[in-house]
């Protein structure tokens, strides 16, 4: 009997099935016909240890921003937060990346809820600017100008050189209307304990009106100006759509549909100004389901925004403010939390059952059930039990992540198990890691898979450079499938092995029979294929097994 590594892993059929697939696979690659290879390592890109494992990470200009506790790290250094109103919360955080149109510099904008923040190199600062809660004062101001009655507004401005970034709504209108006759109008207001704040806004009325316009920008460093501006000469009149994002966001989606970004609380998912990443007007949200199913994640498929909830998807149809919709979708089940879904181009969703892995293509399938169905919860949820040598994924699904890399589908959980579907090959395989995986991302710049760990350090995996996990060798097996007789048993004589074990530090094989190792190898020499004889036995059921540890690849197997 020859053993080729052509199939795929699988755990859920019979062993005997002849389907050329192996029983058994921990941590080898299937990317070239008939090879099994060891994975590539991971390794940590510094040793700096965080305050608690990273929940939210993301790269911009090849640096890497990790949120964890309530710090936020850069390149897994502390970034200050002089600039902010108040210190950070802990809490779960999510963000994306993205600059307004008159903002040349990028910028991440994140929140956990509570805490809503916009980073651009090492300088973290508010995302938006709140609006001042206290009406100026008005009265006469010495020398001369208007005349009538006049009342006032005033902002809070960010701006760079001459370049407004951003602004918040304006403040309460004075108490009441200040009359002047040929004079000037004195404005006194209250200084912002936003650090960020440069500048202040002044808006006024022309004489009786009721509308507020711009009438001039004041420094920071004073609290009253007289102005005698025109009441032709006034600029555009007084935002009331500058409202900072809602505190209780989740979920946050990079910018689509031409710089508009979503972000999801409870169930209503809220959108930016198109353009203007620091607005999100109060009523610029719809209702997505009923509030007794909250967005659990946010996800784009080849240009549409597709919001799930744990049982449900949901496509976003429209393309600006007033004309966006929720139309419910043909689905199974939705994602268990904002890592649970990934949209893979011209493939689907990739998204996280109660019982197993989903791929939505309009319609959805399980696309688990064919070879891992035991692992997973049952409907009763049960958790999912341990099969040759594959772990059970637990019913509680804090660790739970899915995540594109390249042309491969990860599906990670409990402490570093991960299912890897090749959206190419539809192969899928088993890898183990040293220890939990969190908060998985792609660094777009450098090209590599980054994600946190439970040792509250960043890792970047799949790194061809290593063939260690941190230092720790890489342990690996693959089995194939039982080959049976119809009528009589195997009497086997001898076993070969096809293996390149060059890099490798150990390797043996097996002779299973009947789902037990009879005998064991050591393979010490690369792609020698003598024939290593066993002792005397028989069996209805015989198959190879194969262990090691280091980098090596698997060619074939042969039992006579």
Same mark, same amino acid.
């Given at each position: 009997?020859? @053993? ?7 755990? #859920? ?53 990790? @949120? ?18 108040? =210190?950070?919360?802990? =809490? ?27 980073? =651009? ?21 010495? &020398? ?74 004041? =420094? ?16 555009? &009149? #007084? ?39 620091? !607005? ?12 007794? @199913? ?28 007033? &004309? ?33 892995? !989903? ?40 660790? @739970? ?59 970047? %995996?799949?790194?061809?450079? $290593? ?10 097996? %693959? ?27 150990? $390797? ?7 789902? &037990? ?39 074939? #197997?042969?039992?006579?």
């Amino acid at each position: 009997m020859l @053993f080729k590594p052509t199939g795929t892993l699988d755990i #859920a059929s019979s062993p005997s099935e002849a389907k050329g697939n192996m029983t058994r696979s921990k941590n080898l690659k299937y990317e070239q016909n008939a090879i099994a290879i060891t994975r590539h390592g991971s390794s940590r890109p510094t040793t700096n240890v965080l305050m608690n494992s990273a929940n939210f990470l993301i790269e911009m200009a090849g640096d890497r921003y990790a @949120f964890a506790g309530t710090e936020v790290y850069r390149n897994e250094s502390n970034i200050p937060q002089s600039k902010i109103v108040t =210190a950070l919360t802990e =809490a779960d955080w999510d963000g994306c990346v993205y600059n307004a149109f008159n903002d040349t510099t990028e910028s991440v904008f994140a929140t956990n809820g509570t805490d809503r923040v916009k980073i =651009a190199g090492n300088v973290m600062t508010e995302w938006g600017v709140s609006a001042p809660t206290i009406a100026p004062t008005i009265t006469t101001g010495t &020398s001369t100008g208007l005349t009538g009655d006049y009342n006032a507004k005033y902002t809070y401005l960010v701006k760079d050189g001459t370049t407004l970034i951003a602004e918040s709504n304006p403040s309460p209108e004075a108490s009441s209307a200040q009359s002047l006759t040929n004079q000037k109008l004195r404005v006194t207001w209250t200084a912002s304990s936003d650090p960020q704040v440069t500048h202040v806004r002044i808006y006024r009325t022309i004489a009786g009106g009721l509308v507020y316009f711009v009438d001039q920008d004041i =420094a920071i460093g004073t609290v009253t100006v007289d102005t005698n501006t025109a009441d032709t000469s006034l600029g555009v &009149s #007084a935002p009331d759509d500058h409202d900072r994002p809602p505190t209780g966001i989740s979920v946050v989606t990079p910018p689509i549909f031409g710089g508009i970004i979503f972000m999801a609380k409870d169930n209503l998912l809220y959108h930016s100004k198109n353009k203007e990443p620091e !607005y999100v007007p109060a009523l610029n949200f719809i209702e997505v389901g009923s509030r007794s @199913f909250p967005i659990k994640a946010l996800v784009t498929l080849n240009g549409q925004l597709h919001a799930l909830t744990a049982e449900q998807i949901y496509l976003i149809q429209g393309t600006v403010a007033g &004309s966006f919709i929720a139309v419910p979708m043909s689905s199974l089940t939705g994602a268990p939390n904002k890592y649970g879904a990934v949209g893979v181009k011209g493939k689907g969703i990739y998204h996280v059952g109660a019982d197993g892995i !989903y791929l939505f293509t309009g319609t959805d399938s399980k696309i688990t059930e064919t070879n891992y169905e035991p692992i997973f919860p049952d409907a009763g949820g049960l958790d999912g039990i341990e099969v040759n040598g594959v772990q059970g994924v637990p019913n509680v699904k804090e660790t @739970f992540w899915i995540k594109q890399f390249q042309n491969k589908v990860y599906f990670h959980y409990s402490n570093g198990n991960i299912i890897v579907f090749n959206t190419d090959s539809f192969r899928s395989y088993y890898y183990k890691f040293d220890i939990r995986l969190t908060s998985p991302a792609i660094d777009y710049t450098n090209d590599r898979f980054i994600c946190g760990d439970a040792d509250k350090t960043i890792r970047v %995996i799949e790194d061809p450079t $290593v063939t260690t996990d941190v230092g720790n060798n890489i342990e690996w097996e %693959i089995q194939s499938e039982d080959y049976t007789l119809q009528t009589d048993k195997y009497f086997p004589k001898w076993v070969k092995y096809d293996i390149d074990v060059s890099d490798a530090s150990s $390797v043996t094989g097996s002779l299973v029979v009947d789902n &037990s190792v009879y005998h064991i190898h050591d393979i010490t020499a690369s792609r020698k294929n003598k024939r290593r004889l066993v002792d005397t036995t028989n069996g209805n059921r015989i198959a190879v097994r194969l262990n090691g540890t280091g980098k090596a690849s698997i060619f074939a #197997a042969e039992i006579a």
